[in-house]
């Protein structure tokens, strides 16, 4: 069995393979033991190399024993070297990982994926999680594939395209007044009352942050297995940048790599924790007011806050608290430089870039990746405020010779 059990993140208690998620000992979060020597035996770099086009290809690297995932295909997204970019920011190997393409158009897919699978090996009849939207159509999606019903808990206000994706698939929505915080805090006591139910973020949460680590495992298998020197990742609770630092770690631990010495960047809009309190000082300390567009990461207590900063420290990183119109700026200049249209999350993170290349925190010829992890589609309404008008003519070569000079 690849999975030994549980371990407290803060004092190192163990717990059994179960859907458990708070330490009874200290209430730190609790994280998956693996049983490493066990996967070093049964991995290789062929092995994976010959692997489905999905997640699931590093299956040996994940925290489930069945053999039939849930798999609509998330993962092995596009990886491409973004020359255009990198010229316009004075970057010489700049590389996106991007995962709008993904089936539910987030890197949501890769986590839920996980977590679904799991849900199936524990046997729960439901799932559920709280949301700041990409998660909900993520799991409407996978919950249908795997005829479970799901349960969502959303903040007023996240936009209709989210919940129209996450309600098609025949997902329970349930709109909370108040923030995702507000959200989360109620899933979370609904998650206590029905051990039943695996609310994916929840009492699943050590086994789903696990599918984000596929992200670090792509950049070092894209790259002809080798690491970069720096990353760049978005964070809404900071368990992205914390399971994509683990994925480099478990490469190390197989074989895959000799050492990691990646460099973890962080991106979060202005005035939200973990970016805050990396680059002004300080510790992560909730805020409960969330002033900023980007609703897919606009968590003011976030649950990964204290490690992502550590993380960030010592590997020499650094974060950025773009505002909203760098952000904006940012997408629009990804989508005219490399044809991608990536949700504000991805406007945060090449926003970041931009700055920390700057202020020379990334150097013209480091080799870097940075993770595109939202479709702009998404989210039209925010920047529909922020193009211009389309131009309207009646159909006759006059009018359009008119407004448009050759
Ligand atoms: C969820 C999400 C993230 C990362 O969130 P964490 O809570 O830090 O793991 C990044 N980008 C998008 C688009 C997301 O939906
Ligand atoms: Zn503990």
């Given at each position: 069995m690849r999975v030994i059990g549980l371990k407290c993140r803060v004092c190192g208690r163990e717990f059994p393979n179960a859907p458990l998620y708070a330490c009874?000992?200290?209430?730190g979060p609790l994280e998956v033991i693996y049983n490493w020597e066990f996967i070093a035996e049964r991995t290789s770099k062929e092995k994976v190399e010959k692997g489905?086009?999905?997640?699931?290809?590093y299956a040996d690297l994940l925290?489930?024993?069945?053999?039939k995932p849930v798999d609509l295909?998330?993962?092995?997204t596009r990886f491409i070297k973004a020359d255009n970019l990198g010229e316009e920011i004075g970057l010489k190997n700049l590389y996106l990982l991007d995962d709008s393409t993904n089936p539910t158009y987030s890197f949501k897919d890769r986590v839920v994926s996980v977590a679904v699978t799991k849900a199936i090996e524990f046997g729960m009849k439901a799932v559920g999680c709280a949301s700041t939207g990409n998660l909900a159509g993520s799991l409407a999606a996978h919950a249908a594939k795997a005829k479970l019903p799901s349960y969502i808990f959303v903040p007023r206000g996240i936009e209709k395209n989210k919940i129209i994706q996450a309600v098609v698939h025949g997902a329970k929505i349930i709109e909370v007044e108040g923030t995702y915080d507000d959200a989360n805090r109620l899933a979370t006591e609904i998650a206590e009352e029905n051990p039943?139910?695996?609310f994916v973020n929840i009492n699943l949460r050590p086994y789903y942050?696990?599918?984000?680590?596929t992200l670090a495992y792509e950049t070092v298998e894209r790259l002809g297995w080798m690491t970069p020197d720096q990353v760049v990742v978005p964070m809404g609770s900071g368990a992205l940048l914390c399971a994509i630092f683990r994925g480099f770690t478990d490469l190390e631990r197989v074989g895959f790599i000799d050492d990691n010495k990646v460099t973890l960047n962080g991106a979060q809009p202005r005035g939200l924790p973990i970016a805050k309190a990396v680059k002004y000082g300080g510790n992560v300390e909730p805020v409960k007011k969330l002033e900023t567009i980007v609703h897919s990461l606009a968590?003011?207590?976030?649950?990964d806050g204290i490690f992502a900063k550590e993380i960030i420290k010592k590997t020499g990183g650094s974060a950025e608290d773009p505002s909203d119109e760098e952000t904006v700026e940012a997408v629009k200049l990804l989508a005219k430089t490399e044809g991608i249209f990536t949700e504000l999350a991805g406007g945060v993170t090449i926003a970041a870039l931009k700055k920390l290349v700057e202020d020379g925190?990334?150097?013209?010829?480091d080799v870097v990746v940075a993770y595109l992890?939202?479709?702009?589609l998404k989210t039209p309404e925010v920047i529909l405020n922020y193009i211009p008008e389309t131009i309207q003519i009646r159909p006759r070569i006059e009018e359009f010779e008119k407004v448009v000079v050759a």
């Open positions: 009874d000992n200290c209430f489905p086009k999905s997640i699931w290809r925290p489930v024993d069945t053999l295909g998330a993962g092995y039943e139910w695996g942050v696990e599918g984000s680590k968590i003011g207590n976030p649950a925190s990334i150097d013209s010829y992890t939202g479709n702009g």
